[in-house]
């Protein structure tokens, strides 16, 4: 198991762990009441430089190839987007942890982005959020896209998990996968790319488990507790949420040992 502690400003590797925690989901505007209760509301910043869609396999151990992101610029436009503060980073992301977006299922890729502004005008409107709540969002035709400001490289603070934004990152998929729920296999290989590549930046491996201390009494954890969670986990384990439903949940195993495949490991 990694240990990693909070010290100074900094993540370093010690005999203690950092604990993790899952992200409440999101609510789209007018009827989607989505997994949102368990937030943390984070600044970030609205204007973001464009980062290259693809990048080079990054040298050092365990590391895997950025995926295709689709940039912020592509779902939000001018005329929906509000002026918010600036994105607050930590040093590293140690784990990741999964959501659905508890949205229909039966969507056509070509309007994910209407989708995506949907969720985010939700959030930033009725929620009264700063930006959207999770770094990434991923559709059931496997494309992955950007979501909270702040640059998909660098360890953005999210608002995801509640008690637990603080060097992880939150994936979203696109739809609801309760119980017998079909998940795409687009989806799931686009989600272990996402994550091999994402804690491959920080050498974590997505089959490991590492503890992270909780910063809010509404955390499934009560602040100052620590937890030892999955590096690679469902909302749910953070979070009193059904989020990312049994359906999903149930391939977790599968990414987990995919993503950490695509790691070389």
């Not at 007018?30 to 943390?40: F, K, P, Q, S, T």
């Not at 009264?128 to 059931?140: E, Q, S």
């Not at 896209?145 to 509640?162: P, S, W």
């Not at 359906?247 to 599968?254: D, G, I, M, V």
Request: proline share 6%.
């Amino acid at each position: 198991m990694r240990v990693f502690r909070k010290a100074r400003g900094a993540w370093t590797r010690r005999a203690t762990v950092v604990v993790l925690g899952c992200v409440p989901g999101l609510l789209a505007v007018l009827a989607l009441v989505v997994c949102a209760a368990g937030v943390d509301r984070i600044d970030r910043t609205v204007v973001e430089r464009e980062r290259p869609v693809a990048a080079p396999l990054p040298a050092g151990p365990h590391r895997a190839a950025r995926p295709v992101i689709v940039p912020r610029s592509r779902w939000l436009d001018a005329g929906n987007t509000h002026t918010q503060p600036p994105a607050r980073y930590d040093d590293h992301v140690v784990a990741v942890f999964v959501h659905h977006t508890d949205s229909p299922n039966a969507y056509a890729c070509a309007d994910v982005p209407r989708i995506i502004r949907s969720l985010y005008a939700g959030q930033t409107g009725v929620r009264r959020w700063d930006d959207i709540g999770y770094n990434f969002l991923v559709d059931r035709c496997g494309t992955i896209y950007e979501g909270r400001a702040g640059g998909v490289d660098r360890a953005v603070t999210g608002a995801h998990t509640q008690g637990f934004n603080h060097g992880t990152a939150g994936i979203a998929a696109i739809g609801t996968f309760g119980a017998g729920t079909p998940v795409p296999r687009a989806m799931t290989e686009a989600i272990a790319a996402l994550a091999a590549w994402k804690l491959g930046l920080s050498d974590v491996d997505p089959r490991a488990t590492v503890r992270l201390v909780s910063s809010n009494d509404l955390s499934r954890y009560t602040a100052g507790t620590s937890a030892v969670l999955p590096t690679l986990a469902g909302h749910d384990a953070g979070f009193m949420t059904n989020c990312p439903g049994a359906a999903l949940t149930s391939q977790l195993p599968r990414i987990r040992a995919r993503a950490a495949h695509l790691q070389g490991r």
